[in-house]
């Protein structure tokens, strides 16, 4: 039986910095993780947009350490707070995973020149659709979770976890057909509200039939 003056541990700590001031005193900062990874993500964009990182083609580059150390060090401290504390298995192994696929290969990999028929480029265009799909569906998990949640409290957590990850998913796949039609060069408003259309005719039929069975 636990005691009840026994204080459980926080889901989220902050990152301490110790220094020695004047005096031998300890001087303690406390750097919040969602700071920390804001900081990070600013980083990350700035060295994504001004700066050529194909420029040096080495793999241990400066620059190309730089940008993949500060990518996962934001993607560490998005994600894994957020999977401490509404209890998503996975989420930092798919947040991680999923940014720095998208990102390396906006960083690293020369853009497509033509469109995703022509074969030469279809490597490239795989790579974005999933590195799309991966980094979008982490990204969305937390909120569709909070919300079914909060909307649907008929549900038991493992259905509802099931739910949001199912969600998620045609979320991230959204997205990357998104990508897709513009790749063949069909992307236009018909086609985007047939996407939209389709995949809430899908999710319909899906509640349906789970209402149903």
């Not at 301490?16 to 406390?30: A, E, I, K, N």
Request: aromatic fraction near 10%; charge should be positive.
């Amino acid at each position: 039986m636990q005691h009840p003056k026994e204080a459980q541990e926080p889901a989220e700590k902050d990152t301490v910095f110790t220094q020695t001031g004047p005096q031998g005193r300890r001087l303690v900062f406390r750097l919040p993780p969602s700071l920390g990874a804001g900081l990070c993500w600013i980083a990350v964009l700035t060295l994504l947009l001004t700066t050529d990182l194909r420029a040096d083609p080495r793999f241990l580059a400066p620059q190309r350490l730089m940008f993949l150390v500060l990518l996962l060090l934001a993607g560490l401290l998005t994600f894994k707070p957020l999977q401490q504390r509404l209890g998503l298995p996975g989420l930092v192994w798919e947040g991680v995973g999923g940014t720095t696929l998208l990102l390396y290969t906006l960083a690293f990999v020369p853009p497509p020149t033509a469109s995703l028929l022509f074969l030469p480029d279809l490597p490239v265009y795989l790579l974005l659709f999933c590195g799309l799909f991966w980094a979008t569906t982490a990204s969305a998990l937390p909120f569709v979770y909070v919300f079914n949640k909060r909307y649907v409290p008929s549900q038991t957590a493992r259905m509802i976890l099931k739910l949001a990850r199912r969600q998620a998913s045609e979320l991230g796949l959204l997205v990357a057909l998104i990508a897709g039609l513009a790749g063949l060069r069909a992307l236009n408003w018909g086609s985007f509200s047939g996407l939209i259309l389709t995949l809430f005719l899908a999710e319909f039929i899906l509640q349906k039939r789970i209402k149903t069975g």
